[in-house]
């Protein structure tokens, strides 16, 4: 007789990413990262606890894991498009195995200090924090892209498994031994990453040529979010759900505690709620998305959320709250991960990494903000109207968001590699060169003209996400359907990036231009490059041909 359980485990596991021996290896050894920082993250509270008797002291600790996603959470992802990924993940994984153990080490020996606490927190959570682009990045190299969102679903599953097992684990060796093996124990929860990703090969560039310094990789990053129609939408979604719902975490040890009068095992049970909700709704999403859009995905996850914290503040009844937690739990993955299988799916491979930190920053933020804005209201009001209030403003931003709707990047939105005719040129230019204008000029019969202007405004996001500092089209008030495109980028260097930046989709949009010029009359293409005022002469200052 076959075993009905183990007969849908197999079914699960065939059809699952996790049949593919390059992500099953990388997955485990995800999952060991995020179960060493969790554990790491426990210790170092508790032991901030028991080296002073200061509040603020220990508030510090969170904020020393978290400060670094808003200090580095853009160079993080700028890092890892412009440097091999391979490297980036090693480096920040030995950073973090050394800076816990020696949290481990300097414990045990006493040696250990509320201050050299906080700096190695920092240091620790910074490593996390310059790791997660890189890592969550290289999912798309080891899946293929309709195994895209069920690999970033099991990395939810992953997380929230580790913040469910990694502060009872680390609690149980801290009993049984030492604070201070709890430490070494973490520390080795980071090594099998390193061993998983020491057997790659080293990446490629995304992209030849000259390459991009960190400060113009997030320079790039944050022109490609903002002129990005997907990103962006992706984006507001982010940052409206976490500033509503952060009002559940921000709320939580008061609930516990106030409205249904539990200690602290209370917390326990209703945290322990949400993270099965959490795993249960990451196993839940891939199915989902095989039947229905991204966008439906996410507009049941926000409404579910409203529904089980509505549930959650009318409750006095433990069970029912619990019932409540586990909904929020669900809601809370359901959204946020499929958020995040929207922008690596969106995001070409030259810039993947800076969306998934540009959206992480995003995230962090509004749930800082939020958190701090929904205890003042519970200060104020109580907790119950806290709830009440965070779940109306989160239906309210829902029903203006349905002008940004969110879904999954097709081949062509995120294929670079368009063949682009070569450009004739009198003279080379060197990389730094600039600025660069670029003109085009379109002759466009009468009957075309209004088609011609719609599709040319198309255009603009285009030329914008991959490196246009501005942009503009002009009509000729001297010649009648003659329309100029002109756009600026910052040097010869970036021009050259914005060619090969052009996905399959942009070439698309600009060929549907194209196809309404005049026939028999080309496009006429002009590259200038700014002139300095001194250029020409020589060193005395004297002009050139006195």
């Known amino acids: 007789m076959s075993n009905p359980p183990l007969s849908r485990l197999n079914r699960f596991f065939e059809s699952s990413p996790l049949r593919h021996p390059a992500f099953r290896h990388y997955y485990i050894g995800g999952l ?66 050394a800076g816990t153990a020696l949290l481990g080490v300097t414990t045990l020996v006493g040696l250990i200090g509320p201050g050299s606490l906080l700096f190695l927190t920092f240091v620790i959570g910074s490593g996390f924090m310059l790791a997660i682009p890189a890592q969550q990045a290289s999912i798309n190299e080891l899946v293929s892209r309709p195994d895209l969102p069920r690999a970033v679903a099991l990395g939810a599953v992953s997380f929230n498994m580790a913040r469910a097992v990694g502060p009872a684990l680390a609690g149980a060796i801290a009993a049984l031994l030492t604070s201070g093996s709890a430490f070494l124990a973490a520390a080795l929860c980071f090594l099998p990453l390193i061993l998983v990703v020491r057997s790659w090969k080293p990446r490629e560039p995304s992209l030849p040529g000259v390459p991009e310094t960190l400060l113009s990789g997030v320079q790039s990053g944050l022109r490609f979010a903002r002129h990005s129609p997907a990103m962006r939408a992706l984006v507001i979604r982010n ?17 516990a505690r106030d409205q249904l009068a539990l200690g602290a095992g209370g917390f326990g049970l209703l945290s322990a709620s949400f993270g099965a909700g959490a795993v249960a709704g990451a196993l839940w999403i891939p199915r989902r998305l095989k039947t ?33 937690a586990v909904g929020v739990g669900v809601a809370w993955v359901s959204v946020l991960a499929s958020l995040s299988a929207g922008t690596q799916s969106t ?3 030259w810039v993947r990494a800076r969306a998934v930190s540009a959206t992480l920053v995003a995230v962090q933020a509004s749930l800082a903000l939020g958190s701090a ?13 806290a709830l ?19 879904g999954m990047g097709t081949e062509a939105e995120v294929t670079t590699g368009v063949q682009l005719p070569d450009i004739a040129m009198a003279i080379e230019p060197m990389p730094n060169d600039g600025p660069v204008l670029i003109q085009l ?44 495109e002109r756009y600026v980028i910052a040097s010869w260097a970036e021009y050259v990036r914005l060619r090969l930046r052009m996905t399959f989709a942009d070439r698309e949009i600009q060929e549907r231009v194209a196809q309404l010029q005049r026939e028999g009359v080309p496009v006429r293409v002009s590259r200038l490059i700014g002139v300095n005022p001194t250029e020409g002469l020589p060193a005395d200052g004297e002009p050139a041909d006195s």
């Not at 790491?40 to 510090?60: G, K, Y």
């Not at 996410?298 to 959650?312: C, P, R």
């Not at 205890?375 to 009001?381: D, I, T």
Request: aromatic residues 8%.
């Open 239 to 255: 940052v409206t759900f976490c500033l509503c719902g952060s009002s559940f975490w921000a709320l939580l040890p008061v609930i």
């Open 373 to 385: 804005v929904w205890g003042a209201v519970a200060s104020a009001g109580g907790t119950q109207l």
């Open 32 to 97: 060991g990262v995020s179960l060493g920082y969790t554990m790491q993250a426990t210790m170092a509270a508790w032991l901030m606890a028991t080296l002073t008797p200061s509040a603020l002291m220990v508030a510090l600790v969170q904020t020393a894991s978290t400060a670094p996603a808003l200090l580095f959470g853009l160079i993080a992802g700028a890092l890892a498009d412009l440097v091999d990924r391979r490297k980036v993940i090693l480096v920040t994984q030995s950073v973090l195995l």
């Open 292 to 324: 229905v859009s991204l966008n439906s995905v996410v507009t049941g996850g926000v409404l579910l959320w409203i529904v089980a914290t509505l549930v959650v503040a009318a409750s006095h009844i433990t069970v029912i709250a619990v019932a409540g």
């Open 388 to 406: 009440v209030i965070s779940a109306a403003a989160m239906l309210v931003l829902h029903m203006l968001n349905r002008r940004y709707p969110v």
């Open 347 to 349: 995001a070409p491979d």
């Open 441 to 484: 000029e379109y002759r466009i019969d009468p009957e075309n003209e209004a088609a011609f202007i719609r599709a040319i405004h198309d255009v603009e996001p285009t030329r914008r996400r991959n490196g246009a500092t501005s942009w503009r089209v002009f009509r000729d008030v001297g010649e009648a359907g003659r329309f100029v």
